[in-house]
Every structure is written in C-alpha cells, then in structure tokens.
C-alpha cells in the first residue's frame, strides 16, 4: 500500500506563486511514472505534469512555461513550482503515482488564485 500526502495548496493573487509537495509513503516498488492532476469546480479531472523515473517530464499546454514538476528520489517527494498563477489554475491539485502494481492517489490540496 502506497500514501500520498500533498501540501502546499492555499490563496495566492494572481501572478504569484505556489509550490506543492507530495510525500509518498509505503511499498514503494516499480514506480513508473509521478504526477499532478487538477479539478476545477464542475470540471473533469486533468493532467498538468508528469515525471518518469528517468526524469522525462510533460505538461498540459496550458501552464508549460509556468509550472515545473521535480522529483526528490531520496525523499519520495515529487514538487509542482507554479510561478505566474491565473485565476484558471483555480483546482484541487491531486498528486498521482504510478506503479507496475497500480495507481494511487492523494487526498488533494486547494490551490486557489484571486483576479
């Protein structure tokens, strides 16, 4: 059994920054993949990064250039910077792993961003 637990999250202004952690805890075997998803009210759940074991990374569209998604292998610890937020990153941020053995999920942090 794996657990996530996700930190960060709270009210910044537009234009500020936040960084989001997510401390995994447990079996932590054939990892494959970590990420960040989001859920803004009345919406889907969507991706916004992701990072393999060899350290490739990918982003939504939407906030490359703006966000970056780092990992601390010796801390099972998987970061998200967002630098210049908009009021349309306004979400739950949910951390994501992804093992040969399946997948897990964190409770979520609020990440939200006045105009």
């Known amino acids: 059994q794996v657990q996530l637990v996700e930190s960060g999250g709270g009210l910044v202004q537009a234009g500020g920054s936040l960084r989001l952690s997510c401390a995994a805890s447990?079996?932590?075997?054939?990892?494959?993949?970590m990420g960040w998803y989001r859920q803004a009210p009345g919406k889907q759940r969507e991706v916004v990064a992701i990072?393999?074991?060899?350290?490739?990374?990918d982003y939504t569209d939407s906030v490359k250039g703006r966000f970056t998604i780092s990992r601390d292998n010796a801390k099972n610890t998987v970061y998200l910077q967002m630098n210049s937020l908009r009021p349309e990153d306004t979400a739950v941020y949910y951390c994501?792993?992804?093992?040969?053995?399946?997948?897990?999920w964190g409770q979520g942090t609020q990440v939200t961003v006045s105009s």
């Open positions: 990072i393999t074991t060899d350290d490739n990374t």
């Open positions: 447990g079996s932590m075997r054939s990892v494959i993949a």
């Open positions: 994501n792993i992804v093992m040969a053995v399946g997948t897990y």
